[in-house]
């Protein structure tokens, strides 16, 4: 089948226009294409980037790394900081990446240059979990772009590869299918947050 450059205007402008998450509640673990997951990071890294310095490092967490990284430290470092937490708590704590198929990590990891700000680099870092989110909705997968406590625990930090006291945590964007359509939720009118100069 043909497309003219009127429909793949039109697919484009519906995607973005309707584009929504599908949180991590409602998503389970199912198969995703190893095709798949090279074209969301091949997506994922095309950036703005001013100089080229790569200052993000992309770590994808899947199969038993996922179970092992609740078991050995996203649980431990949750009871240790929460001691009396309740056990539906600790039930949630010891699955958390397990919901997904695939969970990409994305951390900034600024580096030193005379001229371009830390600000610039931590910005390129979030466009790249943006990529990574729209494109892996664009494929039909329930994706979450997440933070939560764990994107600030260190010990986590340093088993990602990341940098204490230097590199942050962007996000965690979880991949995996849908086990129903999202519902929209409230959007701003344009006219409460445009403003023309």
Known sequence: MKYSKMDFMTIHNNFFSKRR???A???MAGAISQMDLDDILSAGIRVPDHAALNPWKIIVIKGESLKRIDNEIILPEYI???PD???KNIIIESSRL???SA???VISAPVEHPKIPIWEMQLSSAAVCMNLLSCAQSK???AQWI???YAYNDRLLQELGGRVGLDKVSGFIYIGNKIEEPSERRRPDLIDVVKYI
Do not use: H, L, P
Request: aromatic share 8%; no cysteine.
């Open 25 to 27: 509640k409602k998503m």
């Open 140 to 142: 039909g997968y329930a």
């Open 21 to 23: 998450s599908v949180t």
């Open 98 to 100: 397990q919901r997904a």
């Open 80 to 82: 240790k900081d929460n």
């Open 85 to 87: 937490a309740e056990e």
């Open 147 to 149: 933070t939560e406590w």
């Open 103 to 105: 969970v990409i990590a």
